[in-house]
């Protein structure tokens, strides 16, 4: 009887170590390590122990046959392994830095245009399609490296992973010292464009030209938004002109990219920024009006767009606290 | 000291003298449980979940040849170093003499 049960344990094991491994192989490695611990559990009797712990002992001593398995199939024992972990990390920061906002921004400026949508179905709608895209992305990169690394012989590697060159490193002052001339005139033009279309559309258009901006909007907010674009443009240029960003002009920038995003937040909720969009758009370009603008959505878009400013404010400081720190 | 720490390092410098061993130790054929056993004798501590599937690895690799062994009513797979492994052997002995000259130096120092 203890016999069968014996046999039957070791039976188990091996047939567990080697089920996996290819028909070239699986066999040769069955019968040697059938016969390996056969003969280890027979020296253990031999050494006066009882049959039965002897074989449990022995296979216990061979450890979790899963493991052993990718030990005799050279199959590796990790996801991704050190040749490949850099590289997918690289290329994980990057897509999630660069889909999930746009990813959410589409998707914001999308329920705009549906009215029935309220604040929290705006804001949860956002965070599920944030979630949901930033799983998908780290999901298929994960397994398509996961796959590499199981099939790609040293010539994929050589392709897939780039050898790194000292020159690629990246200067962490480079960000706080250098405002780059492109950077500063775009904020410049961007900035001017966008006062010019405020002043244009609270002016009042006329007949003929879309109506966006409620012209009726009291005299003093017009002031303060204009004002605050005007601070981002003299804020650009002086920290192009001293060569840097410093502590000071990056919180001017923090502040006035806060203060957009609430002033016009509220002006939007308060329905005193824009105009009965849909009923304009029909008037201007005669077309009958069978969509309706969300407000909500477009205040979590200003919202999107101003916190993203901030943010850039905040990395400013960060970066030049670290650059002076060394 | 801490004993998991210890273990560790003791592994990392272990691991690379367990091919060597089994180069020199299978000048002589040896299936894989002997082999095992003359190890342990011999002061080199593996275990055989290390041990049997490095032997697949290193024949593998061209290092070891291997040849069942019929005759005995187990049959047993025995393993011999290969010319190739011969070489390999020699040049790791060779490191390891200078390594351990270098550890030596580094002790005369103290």
Not at chain 1, 132 to 142: I, K, M, Y
Not at chain 1, 189 to 196: G, H, M, N, R
Not at chain 2, 82 to 102: C, E, F, I, K, V
Request: hydrophobic share 45%; net charge negative; proline share 5%.
């Amino acid at each position: 009887m203890t016999t069968s049960t014996r046999t039957s344990l070791t039976d188990r094991y091996v047939w567990t170590v080697t089920r996996q491994l290819p028909p070239e192989s699986g066999p040769d490695v069955a019968r040697e390590l059938r016969g390996t611990i056969e003969e280890t559990v027979e020296d253990r009797v031999a050494g006066g122990e009882d049959p039965e712990s002897a074989e449990r002992e022995t296979i216990l001593g061979l450890g979790d046959p899963d493991v052993l398995s990718r030990e005799y199939g050279g199959r590796p024992n990790h996801l991704i392994g050190p040749a490949y972990f850099p590289a997918w990390v690289r290329l994980v920061k990057l897509l999630l830095v660069v889909i999930v906002p746009i990813a959410v921004l589409g998707n914001v400026i999308a329920r705009s245009f549906g009215s029935d949508a309220d604040f929290g179905a705006i804001i949860g709608g956002a965070a599920t399609l944030a979630f949901q895209t930033a799983v998908h992305l780290v999901f298929w990169t994960a397994l398509i490296f996961a796959l590499v690394e199981r099939n790609a012989g040293p010539l994929g590697r050589d392709q897939l992973v780039t050898t790194w060159n000292p020159d690629e490193l990246a200067d962490p002052a480079d960000r706080a010292r250098r405002t780059s001339l492109v950077e500063m005139v775009f904020e410049v033009v961007w900035t001017l464009v966008a006062i010019a279309l405020c002043v244009w559309q609270w002016s009042g258009v006329g007949e003929g030209a879309f109506q966006v901006l409620d012209p009726d909007l009291a005299f003093g907010w017009q002031v303060l938004v204009v004002a605050l674009l005007a601070v981002d443009v003299v804020v650009t240029v002086a920290a192009w002109a001293r060569g840097g960003w410093n502590i000071p002009l990056a919180a001017v920038s923090l502040v006035s990219a806060v203060a957009s995003g609430v002033v016009l937040v509220w002006l939007v909720l308060s329905e005193q920024l824009l105009t009965d969009l849909p009923r304009e758009f029909g008037e201007t370009f005669g077309v009958a009006a069978d969509w309706t603008l969300s407000l909500p959505a477009v205040a979590v878009g200003i919202a999107i767009i101003c916190g993203w400013e901030a943010v850039t404010a905040l990395r400013r400081m960060r970066d030049t606290t670290r650059s002076e720190a060394q | 000291m801490d004993e998991e720490l210890l273990a560790g390092h003791l592994q990392e410098l272990r691991r690379g003298t367990v091919v060597l061993a089994c180069l020199a130790t299978l000048e002589q054929p040896h299936y894989g449980y002997a082999l095992l056993e003359t190890l342990d004798a011999a002061g080199f501590a593996v275990d055989g979940n290390t041990l049997y599937p490095l032997l697949r690895r290193l024949e593998k690799q061209g290092l070891l040849t291997s040849e069942w062994n019929t005759d005995e009513a187990r049959p047993r797979k025995f393993y011999r170093t290969s010319p190739a492994g011969a070489d390999l052997r020699a040049h790791l002995m060779t490191q390891w003499r200078s390594l351990n000259a270098a550890v030596e130096a580094l002790n005369g120092d103290k």
